[in-house]
């Protein structure tokens, strides 16, 4: 009885330790919600939006809130704002998007994403509305 009894309680030990780890694991993600705000100093979201439409990405990205941007070239620009980095190798801060959206050719040569004559307020403006997809 001794030794059923000492199997059980290590058995509830194993249980409780795999339950408080799961805890802590599961208490770090977030639901829903992106934690960190990205703000864009000068940046306009609304803007950001109509040069979303302007410049066509839609027709290579899939991008939430623009009216047909459901493109399948590039990869989805869904939940933008949580994503640690941009093509796979810049961190994702608003310096380096509006780098990226203005001359991707100068981060990686030969990528599928065109220089598109984007100004530097207009991707400003684009970072901005990228950054409010979280």
Not at 20 to 34: F, K, M, V
Not at 60 to 77: E, F, M, Q, S, Y
Not at 97 to 122: C, F, T, Y
Request: charged share 15%.
């Amino acid at each position: 009885m001794t030794a059923r009894r000492g199997r059980a309680r290590a058995g509830i030990t194993t249980v409780a330790a795999v339950a408080l780890g799961l805890g802590l694991l599961l208490g770090g993600c977030h639901s829903g919600r992106n934690p960190q705000v990205r703000t864009v100093p000068g940046g306009s979201a609304d803007q950001g939006k109509r040069a979303i439409e302007h410049f066509g990405c839609g027709s290579c990205h899939t991008i939430p809130g623009v009216k047909g941007a459901n493109g399948l070239v590039g990869p989805p620009l869904i939940k933008f704002s949580r994503r640690g980095y941009i093509a796979g190798m810049l961190p994702n801060t608003a310096n380096n998007l509006e780098h990226w959206i203005q001359d991707p050719q100068s981060v990686v040569r030969g990528n599928d994403m065109p220089n598109l004559g984007v100004s530097a307020s207009q991707a400003r403006d684009i970072t901005a509305y990228l950054y409010t997809l979280g």
